[in-house]
DNA sequence: TTGTATGCGTTATCAT
DNA sequence: ATGATAACGCATACAA
């Protein structure tokens, strides 16, 4: 591989010149400049990354943080993946996969971790990644609130989980449900923390009774019942015992499905006996379903873009006015199943 | 922070010593060991990443390159990423997503790459990425067969997408099916080229006719046609002229819905009028879907595995005799759907 | 087993 | 506008 030197000697300068030539920091002749751009093609040179990332101390690279564990992406994370790095490449950033595996790694932090920031999916209460990032002043920006009890005022991109809850709880009540059983998230992660303080306030504002059989949380991802959650709490919701539970609020779409799937067993109808609502999932699942299914749509790629905007000003980056917390709206989509 | 000479100074060692504390590339004793261990965690110190890249001229990241243009992830992708970043992160790799975008980018080969090798996901016909990879002598697998003009032996993880075919014409003819209609995945993919063969040449085994009506191409992912695919084909060959085609191989879990939607349009049912076969998918939509699908499993998961540990011997990191082209078995898990 | 000196390839500072 | 040179933080060959 050529080096700078080699470029310098053949095109008869400096080393610093040929640097400037490729970092356009400053001004070089246009004579120099396609001198040494024709002797770089030529020598098949391009600037040195890692030498470049010494000396600047800037990597070119973003984290991108993702839940632990034997991980398991669903429609929201392709999407929100898809965001990010759409987004990073357009500032001329890298994205570096990353996650915590539960299995011992050979090197976790054994040395510093090569990225200028971070991007942190699903923060959990008291997230160890969380932990790690601050700790080694790593600039990060996390989707979801952040619950770390000794970090404070977290950059962070978020949908408006309140609100939400209260839109969809309206939404259903507006059309007679009195009775709604929420699939919720798993209870470690913040947003589901919020999703269920809205449900539930917006329940008691509408005057309806939340009893426990209500809310339900998704199990650990590594668990057994990981995959089937949904069927096992429709069953028993509304089998037998006739709860008059009237409407489901499902947290993603394998979620929907499982329940979907334990009503067709139950030998109810969607929506004529129970109406199933999704918060966000994948739009052309929720559309060729059968019925299609209502949903929440959280825009996942628009997060992913606002998280690396927001982590980009973090960085000097992007240098305009721009808020710490950004809140991305999300709407009703209407279908056939509510 | 805190530099390697910090640590040094402190712990009455010297620099050089302070560096195989940490890279454990000679012996030290117990004593020296322990005390620089003390001073770095007292000063906070880690070795760093790219200082010590410079030297060693390893990065510890593998790309990870997925196919271009504004993707979408499915099922095989996520579960395929899955077994990429916790088999590398097994071996102390970093994962570093990449995608070649189709809108221009800032900086797209303005320095050199900081990886040391590459997994390419989905190589079409004459792919730019390997090009770029092969130019830059960066070692690369990919899962799929290479078809550039001027590369060849290129190390790879695949199917058997020949004999894939074969199985599942050989099941689907033993049904009593004679007409199959093919959904193939995009023509520009080497694994949908792999595929059209093994199923025309199975079909003609059989002295079953393959007409033009019969395979289907994948629209490129940016079209408008792109998420409809399935939907459309099923409806026009399947529809009216009545062209007798009674069984039906879809690409993918989205192709698969399409399908099984305009089916329901049509009003045949499934499998009784029509057969509905789906190449690999996501598990756990294949079994909740109505009726369930029958599938060919193609072990994403391992996939990506197999791919890393494949990277792995050709960056000298695994050393044991390892096969230069690896074949991840595929098998037909028999659901509801045939 | 440990210390010393050199180099990795670039950018940045200070001249000119 | 360009050149010369000192960092950047570490690994490693060689010496002790």
Same mark, same amino acid.
């Given at each position: 591989? #050529?080096?700078?030197?080699?470029?310098?000697?053949?095109?008869?300068?400096?080393?610093?010149?040929?640097?400037?030539?490729?970092?356009?920091?400053?001004?070089?002749?246009?004579?120099?400049?396609?001198?040494?751009?024709?002797?770089?093609?030529?020598?098949?040179?391009?600037?040195?990354?890692?030498?470049?990332?010494?000396?600047?101390?800037?990597?070119?690279?973003?984290?991108?943080?993702? /839940?632990?564990?034997?991980?398991?992406?669903?429609?929201?994370?392709?999407?929100?993946?898809?965001?990010?790095? +759409?987004?990073?490449?357009?500032?001329?950033?890298?994205?570096?996969?990353?996650?915590?595996?539960?299995?011992?790694?050979?090197?976790?932090?054994?040395?510093?971790? /090569?990225?200028?920031? #971070?991007?942190?999916?699903?923060?959990?209460?008291?997230?160890?990644?969380?932990?790690?990032?601050?700790?080694?002043?790593?600039?990060?920006?996390?989707?979801?609130?952040?619950?770390?009890?000794?970090?404070?005022?977290?950059?962070?991109?978020?949908?408006?989980?309140?609100?939400?809850?209260?839109?969809?709880?309206?939404?259903?009540?507006?059309?007679?449900?009195?009775?709604?059983?929420?699939?919720?998230?798993?209870?470690?992660?913040?947003?589901?923390?919020?999703?269920?303080?809205?449900?539930?306030?917006?329940?008691?504002?509408?005057?309806?009774?939340?009893?426990?059989?209500?809310?339900?949380?998704? /199990?650990?991802?590594?668990?057994?019942?990981?995959?089937?959650?949904?069927?096992?709490?429709?069953?028993?919701?509304?089998?037998?015992?006739?709860?008059?539970?009237?409407?489901?609020?499902?947290?993603?779409?394998?979620?929907?499905?499982?329940?979907?799937?334990?009503?067709?067993?139950?030998?109810?109808?969607?929506?004529?006996?129970?109406?199933?609502?999704?918060?966000?999932?994948?739009?052309?699942?929720?559309?060729?379903?059968?019925?299609?299914?209502?949903?929440?749509?959280?825009?996942?790629?628009?997060?992913? #873009?606002?998280?690396?905007?927001?982590?980009?000003?973090?960085?000097?980056? +992007?240098?305009?006015?721009? /808020?710490?917390?950004?809140?991305?709206?999300?709407?009703?989509?209407?279908?056939?199943?509510?």
């Amino acid at each position: 591989m #050529a080096k700078i030197d080699d470029v310098a000697r053949l095109a008869k300068v400096s080393k610093g010149t040929v640097s400037n030539v490729f970092s356009q920091k400053r001004r070089t002749s246009k004579e120099v400049t396609e001198r040494v751009l024709s002797v770089s093609r030529q020598l098949n040179y391009v600037p040195n990354h890692i030498a470049r990332s010494l000396v600047t101390k800037k990597t070119m690279a973003i984290g991108l943080t993702i /839940p632990h564990g034997n991980f398991f992406f669903s429609a929201f994370h392709n999407q929100f993946i898809n965001g990010v790095v +759409l987004e990073a490449s357009y500032h001329g950033y890298r994205v570096l996969l990353d996650m915590i595996p539960t299995q011992q790694v050979k090197t976790p932090f054994l040395s510093s971790y /090569p990225i200028d920031g #971070a991007v942190v999916m699903s923060p959990t209460t008291d997230d160890e990644r969380i932990r790690l990032l601050h700790m080694d002043d790593i600039p990060f920006v996390t989707v979801g609130r952040v619950m770390n009890a000794d970090i404070e005022n977290a950059p962070s991109v978020d949908n408006d989980n309140e609100r939400m809850m209260h839109k969809i709880v309206r939404y259903l009540a507006d059309k007679g449900h009195r009775s709604i059983m929420f699939l919720n998230a798993n209870e470690l992660m913040t947003v589901s923390i919020d999703r269920n303080e809205g449900f539930i306030r917006a329940m008691e504002e509408r005057r309806l009774q939340v009893e426990a059989h209500m809310i339900h949380h998704k /199990p650990a991802i590594l668990s057994n019942e990981y995959m089937d959650y949904g069927y096992a709490e429709t069953l028993n919701v509304l089998g037998g015992q006739g709860r008059g539970v009237t409407a489901i609020i499902a947290d993603d779409d394998r979620t929907a499905f499982s329940s979907l799937n334990a009503l067709k067993e139950l030998g109810l109808r969607v929506p004529e006996d129970v109406a199933l609502f999704v918060i966000c999932g994948d739009l052309s699942m929720m559309v060729q379903s059968n019925p299609s299914l209502t949903s929440m749509d959280l825009r996942p790629s628009e997060l992913g #873009a606002q998280s690396v905007r927001l982590l980009m000003h973090k960085l000097g980056v +992007l240098t305009d006015h721009f /808020p710490e917390n950004i809140v991305v709206e999300s709407t009703i989509v209407e279908r056939n199943s509510c």
